[in-house]
């Protein structure tokens, strides 16, 4: 059975840091994309970042512009992926979503993304 399971998440101040993780399991996850998305209350899903296979233990990063620059996506092992955010805002604040693509797409397209995990609140206070 696949799962996904996000930690990391909590309260910040802004300016500060945070280290999601996500741990996969049921399969293994290394030719898969896996990425990070994002849901403030009353807003729609947003792609933040995401890691698509591109051969051997090599991993393409690909980010939302608000992203860029502030966060860091990575692959720890085939079924582990963190996002690294730095420099946090108010505006970031969101549940952050885990998801894993079987085809290895890489889209920014929630669509994409056949597993997610539960999600795990970021907030980031003013």
């Known amino acids: 059975q696949v799962q996904l399971v996000e930690s990391g998440g909590g309260l910040v101040q802004a300016g500060g840091s945070l280290r999601l993780s996500c741990a996969a399991s049921?399969?293994?996850?290394?030719?898969?994309?896996m990425g990070w998305f994002r849901q403030a209350p009353g807003k729609e899903r947003e792609f933040v970042a995401g890691?698509?296979?591109?051969?051997?233990?090599?991993?393409?990063a690909d980010y939302a512009d608000f992203a860029e620059g502030r966060f860091t996506i990575s692959r720890d092992g085939a079924n582990t992926v963190v996002l690294r955010m730095n420099s946090l805002k108010p505006e970031d604040t969101a549940v952050y979503y885990c998801?894993?693509?079987?085809w290895g797409q890489g889209s920014s397209a929630a669509s994409s993304y056949e597993y997610w995990g539960q999600g795990t609140q970021v907030t980031v206070s003013s």
């Open positions: 998801a894993a693509d079987r």
């Open positions: 049921g399969r293994s996850f290394s030719s898969y994309a």
């Open positions: 890691t698509k296979w591109s051969g051997g233990s090599k991993y393409y």
